[in-house]
């Protein structure tokens, strides 16, 4: 999902955009530069968003955002088809969209879709999913960037609206199917995988059911424990929690 955004439309294909602006090759590279140093600022921004406003939410309103981006960059395309003589004016408007489209992509979509593969899976199997999450990812990446050629091709400037229909079509899946991980521990997220439906709110209930996850400090369980001299003894984990946090 991240990769049909339309990140590689601004990244890996910019040069070829940027060219059609009018803008000289100096500028070409310069413009491209400054898109993947943008990327920087916008990772900065996620490190102190996705947990103040939650991963659905950076997730959900990032997609609308770079919905309303594309649509702008559609309608800047479209206008400097229609009259090529105001190309050059509009040319600076295009630019200003790719940068906006790569910061709020960067500070959310490029840094919670690779944070989640890590959260949701159980501890045994968290290595295995994250490899999953990047394989992917790549596959996305390698995808797009195979068709982007194509599609701007045939469609030109309706790519854009192609990717913005993406975009708005995410928000509803996100809504639907994602869970929340913010603020929360990696062993209480298993809680919510209990729930037999993969709807948000059914596994939010299986959650708040399981005391908010907390698994370990809402069951009686025993533990061994050895003494400095060597004595075994068994005590309730309760105690031994509400000794820890003394």
Avoid at 127 to 147: D, R
């Amino acid at each position: 999902m991240a990769s049909w955004t339309g990140i590689t439309a601004v990244t890996a294909y910019s040069p070829v955009l940027l060219r059609q602006a009018g803008y000289s090759s100096i500028k070409q590279s310069g413009l491209a530069g400054g898109l993947n140093t943008i990327g920087i600022v916008g990772t900065i921004i996620s490190a102190q968003i996705v947990d103040r406003l939650s991963r659905r939410k950076c997730l959900i309103g990032d997609a609308f955002g770079l919905f309303l981006v594309n649509i702008v960059a559609a309608a800047l395309y479209e206008g400097s088809r229609a009259d090529p003589s105001k190309a050059a004016q509009i040319a600076p408007a295009a630019v200003t969209m790719f940068f906006l489209f790569n910061l709020v992509y960067a500070s959310t979509w490029g840094t919670v879709a690779f944070l989640i593969p890590t959260e949701i899976f159980p501890s045994e199997m968290r290595a295995q999913g994250n490899g999953f999450g990047i394989t992917g990812w790549a596959i996305g990446v390698g995808m797009t960037v195979l068709v982007n050629p194509i599609m701007f091709g045939v469609l030109e400037s309706r790519t854009y609206f192609l990717f913005a229909g993406l975009n708005l079509l995410w928000c509803p899946i996100v809504y639907l199917f994602y869970p929340e991980t913010a603020g929360r521990s990696l062993e209480s997220i298993e809680a919510m995988f209990e729930s037999s439906s993969p709807l948000y709110t059914k596994m939010e209930a299986t959650y708040k059911d399981a005391g908010n996850g907390d698994v370990l400090a809402n069951r009686q369980l025993s533990v061994n424990r050895t003494s400095e001299n060597g004595v075994k003894f068994t005590v309730d984990e309760d105690s031994v929690l509400d000794h820890e946090k003394v």
